[in-house]
């Protein structure tokens, strides 16, 4: 059963914008508007996602700031924060509204204006998302957590940086294909191996996902009212919401998020499906290793499979489970409060059949999968064509 | 003496944790948590050498971060103090001193 459909999505190109916030919200916003064939008076409500405004552009109460720039004064505007998952649990939001029956027409909007910073003030505005105490003050960074991970992965599975690689080629290649992609570069599995550039052993550069400025939106409707916007409605029958243990060091095992699969598992429940039902995903590859644990986690591939899967070809675009086709985090790129709701929009177009040369054939349904943190919080939103 | 540190265990449960929890993370029991004062021994769970760092550690970098398992389920994040190439996963350290609130561990033979 439906719990709201999708009837507009927008996105701007993610990468190293000129932009300003306002005009990527701006930008995101009203294609997503145009896309439903209606305007800001139609909107009931709106949720926005975003990480840290207040730490990239100095400006908090982001949901009211931008509110009125996009025609929405007066309208109900809602941040919402849970570090790299704050765009789908904005999604989230629209959707219990709209299933509450408190809205009819919501607007979701996720953006973020990074590269306002260099690397090291953008690596300080991420730890922030870690225990600032325990870990941060010890020289924790986000590679760090996720090469925890890896390290432990490898020693657990005898997986290699060749598996870790195979994700890096592997999302690089479908960028290539997607033009609102910030990377568009084709790398080889040799070149990778190659990379004397550490960030956190055994990660290097090739392992981690981009620095980009961005924003994408969707607006959201009661299920009833959806085949009047349009005919090619996309409807979220779906979602799942967990929280996990928030330092990286409380991971009990360390190759897979409990948050995940509980928030898997609440989402197969309401949809009704299981994993294998599943034809496009949407993952939060935030590191290689991140997209690896995480086809696991959502029952994709047995514990220990996902990197031979990602290295054998079976998680690119024609192989029998597309991960990734925008180009994940790792090469789409990763404007941390935009990532969820885009990761919303790469799905729907797939669903409606507009993904262009990345488009996965006669895709039904899809998932998303949005990760928060060190695995405090995950998302997870199951979308299917009508 | 010995270098000790406090951390907190479940009176219900046992368990120890870093960080003192309203409901023990086990067995859910309320306000169970009390400070111990323990001298830290563990082994390496996972650990990495980190390169690209904040600006304030640049100097230190590349340094290792490590995540050491302890008894009764106790973890935490240090600093280690070795070569690289001596530390693995399963590698006995001590907690040897603090820098700066930072838990610095070095290697011993296990036991």
Known sequence: ?386 | MALRMTVYQCDECGLRQLIPQGYCSKCRSANSYRPIDLEITGTVFSFTRVHVCEERFNSEAPYLLAIIECEDGLRLMGRVQQPVEHLSIGSCVKLAEFREGTPIFRAMSCL
């Open chain 1, 1 to 386: 059963m439906a719990l709201a459909s999708v009837i507009g999505v927008g996105s701007t190109r993610y990468g190293v914008l000129d932009s300003s916030f306002l005009e990527l919200v701006i930008d995101a916003a009203s294609q997503a508007l145009r896309d439903a064939g209606i305007g800001p008076e139609d909107i009931d409500a709106y949720y926005l996602g975003n990480f840290a405004g207040e730490n990239f552009i100095n400006q908090n109460h982001l949901a009211a700031y931008s509110a009125s720039a996009i025609g929405l004064n007066g309208v109900p505007a809602t941040r919402v924060e849970g570090a790299c998952a704050s765009g789908s649990l904005a999604v989230r939001e629209a959707i219990l509204a709209i299933k509450s029956g408190l809205y009819k027409r919501v607007l979701v909007v996720g953006a973020e204006k990074m590269t306002s910073l260099d690397t090291s003030g953008v690596t300080s505005v991420l730890a922030k998302a870690s225990n600032w105490e325990a870990e941060v003050g010890h020289g924790l960074t986000f590679p760090a957590v996720f090469a925890f991970v890896a390290r432990r992965y490898m020693h657990q599975y005898g997986a290699t940086r060749e598996h870790l690689a195979a994700v890096a080629v592997k999302n690089h290649n479908h960028a290539m294909l997607n033009p609102k992609a910030h990377m568009q570069k084709k790398i080889t599995l040799e070149e990778v191996l190659s990379c004397q550039h550490m960030v956190a052993e055994p990660l290097s550069r090739y392992d981690c996902s981009l620095i980009s400025d961005g924003a994408s939106a969707m607006v959201l409707c009661a299920p009833e009212l959806a085949e009047t916007h349009r005919k090619d409605v996309v409807d979220i029958v779906g979602t799942g919401q967990a929280s996990g243990r928030f330092e990286i060091f409380a991971n009990e095992l360390l190759t897979s998020f409990p948050a995940t699969r509980l928030a898997a598992k609440r989402a197969y429940t309401m949809a009704n499906i299981k994993p294998d039902d599943v034809d496009v995903a949407e993952l939060h590859d935030c590191f290689t290793i991140a997209e690896i644990v995480a086809t696991e986690d959502l029952g994709f591939f047995k514990p220990g499979e996902g990197g031979i899967a990602a290295l054998e070809g079976r998680t690119r675009l024609g192989g029998e489970l597309p991960i990734n086709p925008s180009g994940g985090l790792k090469a789409k790129g990763h404007p941390v409060g935009s990532t969820g709701v885009g990761q919303g929009v790469e799905v729907v177009c797939q669903l409606r059949g507009e993904a262009g040369l990345r488009q996965v054939k006669n895709a039904e349904i899809g998932l998303t999968h949005n990760l928060g943190g060190a695995g405090g919080t995950c998302t997870v939103h199951i979308y299917k064509r009508r």
